[in-house]
């Protein structure tokens, strides 16, 4: 049976990740590893680390330069399995995931990758409008509404060949660029000619990500926009694909003022004015 390597990239964060380790617990296949990749200044996790090492592998990385990307990437160097997954450290996984993951890969050889769907508590789709019945293989306008590098496994020969994260994508970058990175590595698969397909029973938990609108909520909102505008942009998106991006959060923002909803609609301001800056302002990486 093939090892499954497990990187979780976490920061200012320990009841959720404390619950995503006890749901491991219930996993009927445990030919995994995990990689928690920590970069917290203190030793904070040693403790909750230590009391579940005896019951799976974990691997501890510490360092101390911040960012998503940055992070998934010193683990992808430290991974030992043949499928890679990168779970969140505030999401958790239903009993029998990893075994239905395998068994995915197993049945299908021609699959390179998969991606599942993620929901909230209530069982509601988190962070994106993931489709709940339609599966099959992504293109390059479908995957927008797929991805979150939650539900993204991938087989190992596709990590080798795609290579590492984009590092001036995503939380703690450093860059005006917030998000987007989980929907620029499948694409950049994709354009390799690898082969993803959307499965959405494969459920992994994920909260939403805004649950009021606040002054992080509002950062966040311009900052995932301007991801999503320079990957639009990298990937040579047709026009009408980029005025859809535009005209979303215009709409929603207009809708939500028209309801009195002054500070929702001006975090979808905010969104259409990251994507607006994120397409328009911005040198090509050279990888692409």
């Not at 993620?118 to 995957?143: C, H, I, N, Q, T």
């Not at 990590?159 to 590092?167: A, K, P, R, W, Y």
């Not at 990957?231 to 929603?252: E, K, S, T």
Request: charged share 25%; net charge positive.
């Amino acid at each position: 049976m093939p090892k499954i390597s497990l990187i979780t990239a976490t920061v200012d964060r320990t009841s959720e990740l404390e619950r995503f380790l006890s749901k491991l617990e219930y996993q009927d296949y445990m030919d995994f590893e995990l990689i928690v990749v920590d970069q917290n200044p203190d030793e904070r996790l040693i403790p909750m680390l230590n009391s579940f090492s005896d019951r799976f592998e974990i691997k501890h990385i510490r360092t101390e330069k911040r960012g998503v990307s940055r992070a998934r990437n010193l683990g992808i160097q430290q991974a030992q399995g043949e499928i890679i997954t990168f779970p969140d450290d505030d999401c958790w996984y239903p009993p029998g995931l990893l075994q239905r993951v395998e068994q995915e890969f197993d049945r299908h050889p021609e699959f390179d990758g998969i991606i599942g769907l993620a929901l909230d508590e209530a069982g509601r789709p988190s962070m994106k409008k993931f489709p709940r019945r339609r599966r099959g293989k992504p293109d390059k306008y479908s995957v927008w509404t797929m991805c979150n590098t939650s539900v993204l496994f991938f087989r190992r020969h596709l990590v080798e060949s795609t290579g590492l994260f984009n590092e001036s994508l995503g939380v703690g970058s450093g860059t005006p660029w917030g998000a987007a990175e989980d929907v620029e590595y499948p694409l950049r698969a994709m354009r390799k000619g690898f082969c993803l397909y959307y499965e959405p029973a494969i459920i992994v938990g994920h909260p939403q990500p805004v649950k009021k609108v606040d002054e992080r909520a509002l950062r966040r909102a311009y900052s995932y926009g301007a991801g999503l505008g320079k990957v639009v942009r990298d990937f040579n998106y047709p026009l009408w694909f980029i005025l859809y991006q535009f005209l979303r959060p215009a709409g929603a923002s207009f809708f939500w003022l028209l309801m009195g909803k002054k500070p929702r609609a001006y975090m979808h301001f905010l969104t259409l004015k990251g994507r607006i800056y994120g397409w328009s302002h911005q040198e090509r990486d050279n990888e692409l």
